[in-house]
T-cell receptor
């Protein structure tokens, strides 16, 4: 089974702090994704990465950056956390084959106060 | 028009009922269709995956794709309280790097 692990399940951070959300997958997948999920808005893509050191903006990249130095690890960075970034963050991965299905981690609940 | 529309619900049914969940879409080029189930405070898990048109059955779950109508459905037979969750449809184009487009999800509650 594919395993996508998000290291932090629940975080509380202060406005202006730099926040790192870490994600690791164990299936040697090329593609990795970061989404946020908010009530009434559904899943929104923040950034995705096709391969190591490659990244592309999703639908809502403002206020976020990402890092992918190793194939199995994809980090989401909030440069200066704000209260409107309080949300559930979901990491996902996908292999280059296999019908485009993606596999999600358990989610990281971030509260910015 | 949104690319993927999903009835926001919520939906409440008695145990044992047949449940029908639906999504419509506008992009006729979509080829891959998926249903994800998400329990409260958990990440979505892949439930069913279909390529192009047709039906796919897995236990109590059946996924249908009607590309002519741009309509996909998930049927749950003999629904159980453990089926209570949010269900999201998703679809994509072909191509290894195609992004998925998700519906907003519908919350299903199965009453014992």
């Amino acid at each position: 089974d594919v395993k996508v692990t998000q290291s932090s399940r629940y975080l509380v951070k202060r406005t202006g702090e730099k926040v790192f959300l870490e994600c690791v997958q164990d299936m040697d997948h090329e593609n990795m994704f970061w989404y946020r999920q908010d009530p009434g808005l559904g899943l929104r893509l923040i950034y995705f990465s096709y391969d190591v050191k490659m990244k592309e903006k999703g639908d809502i990249p403002e206020g976020y950056s990402v890092s992918r130095e190793k194939k199995e690890r994809f980090s989401l960075i909030l440069e200066s956390a704000s209260t409107n970034q309080t949300s559930m963050y979901l990491c996902a991965s996908r292999g280059a084959t296999g019908g485009n299905t993606i596999y999600f981690g358990e989610g990281s609940w971030l509260t910015v106060v | 028009q949104k690319e993927v529309e999903q009835d926001p619900g919520p939906l409440s049914v008695p145990e044992g009922a047949i449940v029908s969940l639906n999504c419509t879409y506008s992009n006729s080029a979509f080829q891959y269709f998926m249903w994800y189930r998400q329990y409260s405070r958990k990440g979505p898990e892949l439930l069913m995956y279909t390529y192009s048109s047709g039906n796919k059955e897995d236990g109590r779950f059946t996924a249908q794709v009607d590309k002519s109508s741009k309509y996909i459905s998930l049927f749950i037979r003999d629904s159980q309280p453990s089926d209570s969750a949010t269900y999201l449809c998703a679809m994509s184009l072909t191509g290894a790097n195609s992004k998925l487009t998700f519906g907003k999800g519908i919350t299903l509650s199965v009453r014992p």
